[in-house]
């Protein structure tokens, strides 16, 4: 079975400074990895998304994510935090080892950026 | 290109009673899941529909049932409604064939469900 691992509930980081949102996964198989980002009364928007290659992946909004294979991670990162970034990420993580699957997602990381 | 529209925003309904919930998908989608936020359990897969099939299915109990039509258009009943079925539904639509596994899910803004 497929699962995703968001250790930390909130993230506080001031403005200006560069932020890291952990995630960790599970799978049988090869993993296709994603970040999401809710802003409150929304929906979930798409960052971006690991699927095979460079292990440094780059997204929307300066954002990108490493992935480390033997580490089963794939943090999100972004050098410069802004006000606007405050928000729900979540990771996401598709197994490629029996065929289709569904998206699971892990239980979200509040990211909040002080002025 | 218009994004997925989830209908209504919100939705005020008493325990017992069902609902119904639509989701239209971007142009071309033909993939439709179903997602149920709340605080507690986070973001759980109700369901999955491809080109009218349902293609998978979570761990939800029987009151919770889908169905997609021909234009892709999804639909989800709740039937019996409790007390705890109070969340956010999403909706999400992938684009791509049956076997686009790299691709992401695009959400609507999602309905607002509280039953008294």
């Known amino acids: 079975a497929q699962s995703v691992a968001q250790p930390e509930d909130q993230v506080n980081v001031a403005e200006g400074n560069p932020l890291t949102v952990k995630c960790t996964y599970s799978?049988?198989?090869?993993?296709?990895l994603f970040w999401y980002v809710q802003y409150p009364n929304r929906g979930l928007q798409f960052l971006l998304k690991y699927i095979t290659g460079d292990n440094l992946v780059k997204g929307s909004y300066g954002f990108e994510a490493e992935f480390n294979k033997s580490q089963t991670s794939f943090h999100l990162k972004k050098p410069s935090a802004l006000v606007s970034d405050s928000a729900l990420y979540f990771c996401?993580?598709?197994?490629?080892?029996?065929?289709?699957?569904?998206?699971?997602f892990g239980k979200g990381t509040m990211l909040l950026v002080s002025p | 290109k218009a994004g997925v529209t989830q209908t209504p925003r919100y939705l005020i309904k008493t325990r017992g009673q069902q609902v119904t919930l639509s989701c239209s998908p971007i142009?071309?989608?033909?993939?439709v899941s179903w997602y149920q936020q709340t605080p507690g359990q986070g973001l759980q897969f109700l369901f999955e529909?491809?080109?009218?099939?349902?293609?998978n299915k979570g761990n939800f109990p029987g009151r919770f049932s889908g169905r997609q039509f021909s234009n892709s258009r999804s639909e989800m009943n709740v039937s019996t409604l409790e007390l705890g079925d109070s969340a956010l539904y999403l909706c999400?639509?992938?684009?791509?064939?049956?076997?686009?596994?790299?691709?992401?899910?695009?959400f609507g803004n999602g309905t607002r469900l509280t039953v008294t």
């Open positions: 996401a993580v598709r197994d490629t080892f029996s065929g289709y699957s569904t998206l699971t």
């Open positions: 529909y491809f080109s009218e099939t349902q293609r």
């Open positions: 799978v049988s198989g090869n993993p296709y």
């Open positions: 999400a639509s992938m684009g791509g064939d049956h076997f686009s596994y790299n691709s992401p899910l695009h």
């Open positions: 142009s071309g989608h033909r993939s």
